[in-house]
């Protein structure tokens, strides 16, 4: 066989180098956005995936030309956006992460508290998301997930014949995060375990409160869930939400009046004693 031939029947059999991402100098202002979206490019290419580590910190400020300071405040939003994970110590360094949408959650969160999402948004939008993702829970559950939700309503009653507030609260809305894993969409899953995790806040901020109405509801939702009725178990969740919702924001109401109706504390220096009256001045 000629030479040529050989060398390039050699060069296909030589396994192939994957490809690796690339990046180029910054010149924005704004460095750190500006290589957050390369890394966010690279991951479209195909040339980073779950898992990848990036290069060393050194390598990849000499590769943006920009100081290691810059680099590490990309970093950190790239972190905070959950798109990658930074780890410590010998093996460390910064890795693509599988998307948890805690992105999602952190936002939903920042608009709650600084009073963009009210109390009444909020448990409005959780009955219409809960609507549909109870639908398609019924049609998907598998023996193993009705056994996993009525393992969670046993954990609730024994919380709350304990008087376990916060455990009681926990569980039922892991019913819910459970609810929405039995869809099989991520997207169900990250939305609803958003707006819970904001609910828990508000739930938190409210105090204790009486729903001895929520767990015979839920024993009646899983019988017409096994049953395959599908219509009866949403009305059935759509009924125990809104009653919940309605306790929910008669609770705000009453702490909003209560805290109105606190006296006004006196200002610190100044006598709080009565004014004499002058002769002029009426009884």
């Excluded at 040529?4 to 991402?21: L, T």
């Excluded at 690339?22 to 779950?50: C, H, M, N, P």
């Excluded at 398609?136 to 376990?164: K, M, S, Y």
Aim: proline letters at 5%; hydrophobic letters at 40%.
């Amino acid at each position: 066989m000629p030479r040529s031939r050989i060398d390039s029947a050699a060069a296909d059999a030589a396994p192939k180098a994957e490809p690796s991402a690339s990046f180029s100098a910054i010149k924005s202002a704004r460095a750190f956005e500006e290589i957050a979206t390369q890394i966010r490019d690279e991951l479209i290419a195909g040339r980073l995936k779950v898992g990848s580590r990036l290069p060393a910190e050194r390598a990849l400020s000499e590769q943006f030309g920009v100081s290691r300071n810059t680099l590490r405040e990309a970093l950190r939003s790239l972190e905070h956006a959950g798109l990658i994970r930074l780890q410590k110590g010998a093996s460390g360094g910064a890795f693509i992460s599988e998307r948890s949408g805690q992105a999602i959650v952190t936002g939903l969160l920042d608009m709650y508290h600084v009073g963009a999402i009210q109390p009444a948004q909020l448990t409005e939008a959780r009955i219409w998301l809960e609507s549909v993702i109870v639908r398609e829970a019924c049609v998907r559950a598998t023996p193993e997930d009705l056994a996993l939700l009525h393992h969670n309503i046993e954990e609730a009653a024994q919380a709350n014949a304990e008087g376990n507030f916060p455990l009681r609260a926990q569980k039922h809305l892991e019913f819910h995060r459970i609810l929405a894993r039995m869809t099989g969409n991520p997207i169900m899953v990250i939305m609803m375990n958003g707006m819970l995790d904001v609910l828990q806040h508000f739930i938190n901020s409210i105090g204790d409160y009486s729903n001895v109405f929520v767990l015979p509801s839920r024993r009646r939702f899983m019988k017409h869930m096994e049953e395959g009725n599908v219509a009866a178990a949403v009305e059935e969740m759509e009924t125990s939400l809104k009653r919940l919702q309605r306790s929910y924001l008669s609770r705000v109401e009453v702490k909003a009046d209560a805290t109105a109706a606190a006296p006004t504390p006196a200002p610190v220096g100044r006598s709080t004693r009565p004014a004499r009256k002058t002769r002029a001045e009426p009884d």
